[in-house]
């Protein structure tokens, strides 16, 4: 299946143009022809499958056969984390938990965050794209910044803060996640402060451990996500 | 703890002399002064402390302060992969198994490998990094390539190929581990060929999947090996 991606696109559409750059990706890289198939989702659960009908004047339209529409998943993990000083390892990280099926990502502004700036314009470039490689059907949703703080005040679920601090903590493979939805917080290279954590417990999350080693944030970001979604 | 690493120190060792590159990085970048600690391991288990004595024509000397031997986890996980195409993922993926601890990583060749070589050295470089920067104290073995025939042939515990056919498969996250070694064989971006299913499943290797999405390789060898490292 070649999946390709158009927010706008609905299920009661009979026919689509892709766009130019899409239009030579799919003429000349993908070098389709008229009668070949494809599938294009809104990244909202839409499986839309039609048939190529023209290529002209660096346009590619398609008529519909069918269309779908995916039930969403029962569970929601909300990552919210700290970016990383590096941009490829933040990519690296959204790659990751788009292709694993997450449900949105919120960076977060902490007190020992080194990158304070994120371009969310090519985050969510690259869901998109890990969108379609990992054919799903589902983009997560990717936040604009928000301090720790606004964050912690913002959520109305139970919310988990991973930390490498000594104090309490439970291990998260033992967590048994009953809940709706679910927040899950990763701090930055420093790990969140001191005062972060405390201001975490007050507002009821949970200290959690991702075990033994010392992972770097998107490594830690894309595990914790992971062991939610087979407890899932 | 500052981790520095060298294949050749031993428990035994009252002095080390670090190298010109290292003493320049620890003098220079990290500007260390006499009087300072460090931690070497040689990736077998060791962590050696010891205090800087002298910084002199570009060349750190230190000597022992206590030397620990760091018992080596009970269960073992071998990842047999096929190097992705792309060099960046390879690294990444290295990188990852590194800091989540498995013991081995061999390159295999499949029928539908797109990658036919690699480099050894660069991937061990690769690792020692994850692994001063994880503070861990075994170092993942990194073997040569080997082609998938040969590699099934060579394993004399219990297999398990992650693949994407349609063929019986048993849910990774729902398969008990009782050995005290475990091979994971994660095919290339084309997957595992039939005939290389079929050998694999004569070998007494078992098929399994990692659940419904499509992943990348590089997802399949760190999400495999992490499924397995917390049911350990």
């Known amino acids: ?17 892709f766009d130019k750059s899409e239009s030579r990706h799919i003429s000349k890289v993908l070098r389709k022809n008229v009668g070949s198939q494809i599938t294009i989702t809104n990244g909202k ?20 056969i069918t269309s779908l529409k995916h039930s969403n998943k029962k569970k929601h993990i ?12 933040m990519e690296w990280l959204i790659e990751k938990v ?8 919120t960076p977060i502004l902490c007190d020992h965050s080194e990158r304070k700036i994120i371009r969310k314009e090519r985050l969510i470039k690259i869901a998109i794209s890990a969108l379609k490689q990992s054919q799903q059907f589902f983009l ?27 104090s309490s903590k439970i291990e998260l493979k033992n ?11 990763i701090g930055p290279e420093g790990d969140f402060s001191l005062e972060e954590i405390k201001d975490a417990i007050s507002a009821k ?28």
Chains 1, 2 share one sequence.
């Open 45 to 64: 659960g839409l499986e839309w499958k039609g048939e190529i009908t023209s290529i002209l004047n660096q346009k590619v339209e398609a008529k519909k």
């Open 1 to 17: 299946m070649l999946l390709f991606f158009d927010s706008d696109i609905e299920a009661n559409f009979q026919n689509f143009t």
């Open 78 to 89: 909300h990552l919210a984390v700290a970016p990383t000083k590096s941009n490829d390892r």
């Open 205 to 232: 999350l949970i200290p959690v451990s991702l075990g033994q080693q010392r992972l770097r944030t998107e490594t830690a970001s894309i595990l914790g996500s992971h062991i939610l979604l087979i407890k899932e």
């Open 98 to 105: 788009t292709e694993i099926g997450i449900s949105s990502i």
């Open 140 to 166: 997560p949703e990717i936040n604009s910044m928000m301090t720790f703080k606004k964050y912690i005040k913002s959520i109305s679920h139970p919310g988990l803060i991973a930390h490498c601090g000594k």
């Open 175 to 185: 967590y048994n996640w009953e809940s709706e939805q679910i927040h899950l917080l």
